[in-house]
Structures are given as structure tokens and as C-alpha cells.
């Protein structure tokens, strides 16, 4: 069967300010468990969160670099649900009002130039850290990264190989350094990407079923995980089996992915304007300032 490849990545960069997105905690990497943290990360009764303004210039810093058109006026949203490194039960982030939309990035292969859609960029905030204990047995909950800026990158589907996509993130790695809104430590989680991928025949329009693949610390497990992904969907096809639309984890000592969860939905997480904070207007000046 002469089965096309498509890949959609969705990158998460956590931004390089002195202090969280919505309170004045240090963001610094690396300080003793739960040091780093105030009322309103720990997501105590009464406290509200107020927007740190280096955190929208250094999205409209990436926005400009890739094109995208910044929402004069943008909103954040909560993105409700349960996880021990959530203290508040919802992440703020942002859905339908992102501060930027409709970019692209130029990638060039083997002398071939090439765009990739971006579809959005926004901001939202980091969640903690779990820190699994096998031999006690127990688990640690560490809240410095809880309120860490981050912006998620999301791309069009318009990757058609995993070395394509492996490309890409270099790219957008490398401007996210050049403009120096992020350290781009993929080991540290400063730098992170879930790729989304499917097949269909080639010549057909619609997308296949699409599997999304998380925890790849590398360009290089990227590029594994895709390619391990691609042949794993192509048996399926050629057995005459159906892919399961889910996640799955990258293992890398075994180089092969697992499933991990059936996909969630966008509707699963109740997304609502959030109430604390008000809208991001943009003017022009200080989008020409950027
Ligand atoms: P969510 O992660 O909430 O499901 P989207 O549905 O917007 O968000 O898709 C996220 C990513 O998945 C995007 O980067 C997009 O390009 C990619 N994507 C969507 N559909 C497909 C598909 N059929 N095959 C490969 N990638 C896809
Ligand atoms: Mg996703
Ligand atoms: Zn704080």
C-alpha cells in the first residue's frame, strides 16, 4: 500500500523570565523542593493572579519571528482537571482568544524549502513536578515549577516525515534561543514536544486516525518515536486493523511506544473564560516596540 505520512507537532517552551507567570516567585531550576512558592502558586482560598507583562512581549517576540498574527485583544481560559501537581484542579491557558494565530516556519531538507503552518501560539502556566519514590514506596509533589511561563506552539499538520518533523524543531529551537525567550534545555524540560501522527493512502484528503506521542527529550527520540509510530500504523493498516485514536509514551531504552491513555477531547476539560483575569489588549505601539 502507498501509505503518506502526516505529523502535526505541538511544542511547549518554558519562557526564560526571572519570575512566574502570575505571581513573583523565582522561576530558577534546581532550588530545594517547594522553596520557590507563595500563596497564589499553591493555589491558597482568596489569592488571585496577576499577569507578568514579560510573559506577553516575549509571546509576541515568537509570534513576530514565525509570522503570526497577534490577537490585539486575547484571553486566558482554565483548562479544568485533576492531577496532584495541579494544586488549583485547573491550568490557566488560553483556548479560543490565543494571543497569536495562522504563522509558519521555513524548513529546508536536502536543498528542498518547505513551509509548515502554525496554527496558534498561547500562553498558559507550568504545572509541578512528581517525584516517584520506588523504594519507599511513595510520591513527592514539587511545586517550584507550578506557575512557570510557558507558550505552547501548535502546528499545522503539514509535516510528511519524521525527519521533516525533526527539522521543524530544530528550527523553532533555534529561534526560540536567538530571541532568547528560552534556555531550549530538552533535558531539563525547558523544550518539550508531543507529536501528533497519522496515515492514510496516498491521493485521499482526509486525515487518518491520529496516536499522540509524548516524552521525547531529544530531536533525535523525536525523530525514533515518529519513525517507530509510522511503521507500528502502517502494520495495522496493511492487517486490516483500525488505529486507536490515543496517547503513548516514547520508551527509549526499548525504542518503542506504548500506550499510556485513550485521547481526550477538547470538551473534556471544560474550558471557561477565567474570571480573574482580564482581557490582554495589545495596541500598536507596543507591538512595533517588540
Ligand atoms: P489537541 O492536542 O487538543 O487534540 P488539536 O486537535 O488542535 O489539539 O491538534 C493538535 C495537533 O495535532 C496539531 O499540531 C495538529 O497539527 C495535529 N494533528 C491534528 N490532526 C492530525 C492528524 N490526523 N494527523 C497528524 N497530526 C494531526
Ligand atoms: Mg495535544
Ligand atoms: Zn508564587
Known amino acids: 500500500m502507498d501509505l503518506e505520512t502526516v505529523i502535526g507537532l505541538e511544542v511547549h ?18 532550588r530545594p523542593p517547594n522553596s520557590l512558592t507563595c500563596p497564589v502558586c499553591l493555589a491558597m482560598p482568596g489569592t488571585l493572579p496577576s499577569l507578568n507583562r514579560k510573559v506577553v512581549e516575549f509571546a509576541m517576540k515568537m509570534a513576530l519571528a514565525t509570522g503570526c498574527r497577534i490577537n490585539r485583544r486575547n484571553t486566558f481560559a482554565r483548562k479544568n482537571y485533576f492531577y496532584p501537581d495541579l494544586p488549583k484542579g485547573y491550568q ?9 494565530e495562522e504563522g509558519q516556519l521555513l524548513i529546508e531538507l ?11 501560539i498561547h500562553m498558559e502556566e507550568d504545572a509541578g513536578k512528581l517525584i516517584h519514590d520506588d523504594h519507599n514506596p511513595a510520591s ?17 499538520p503539514d509535516i510528511r516525515s519524521p525527519e521533516e518533523a525533526a527539522e521543524y524543531l530544530r528550527r523553532l529551537h533555534e529561534i526560540l534561543v536567538y530571541l532568547d525567550i528560552c ?13 501528533n501522527v497519522s496515515i492514510r493512502p ?11 506521542l509524548k516524552n ?37 531504552a526499548q525504542g518503542a511506544t506504548h500506550s499510556m491513555r485513550g485521547k481526550e477531547e477538547a470538551h473534556d ?15 500598536e505601539a507596543w507591538v512595533a516596540g517588540i
Not at 521525547?216 to 486490516?240: C, K, P, T
Open 13 to 30: 517552551a518554558q519562557l526564560l523570565t526571572a519570575t512566574k507567570i502570575f505571581c513573583g516567585c523565582s522561576t530558577e531550576f534546581g
Open 92 to 100: 490557566i491557558s488560553q483556548d479560543n482568544l490565543p494571543i497569536a
Open 110 to 120: 536536502e536543498g528542498e524549502k518547505k513551509k509548515i503552518g502554525i496554527t496558534r
Open 140 to 156: 513527592y509533589v514539587d511545586l517550584n515549577r507550578t506557575g512557570v511561563p510557558l507558550i505552547e506552539i501548535v502546528g499545522e
Open 183 to 195: 534556555d531550549g534545555n530538552m533535558e531539563e524540560g525547558s523544550f518539550r514536544c508531543d507529536a
Open 202 to 212: 496516498r491521493g485521499q484528503k482526509e486525515f487518518g486516525t491520529r496516536t499522540e
Open 216 to 252: 521525547m527529550n531529544s530531536f533525535r527520540n523525536v525523530q525514533r518515536a515518529l519513525e517507530y509510530e509510522v511503521r507500528r500504523q502502517q502494520y495495522l493498516v496493511e492487517n486490516g486493523e483500525k488505529i486507536v485514536q490515543e496517547t503513548r509514551l516514547w520508551d527509549d
Open 269 to 283: 476539560y471544560r474550558y471557561f473564560p477565567d474570571p480573574d483575569l482580564v482581557p490582554v489588549v495589545v495596541d
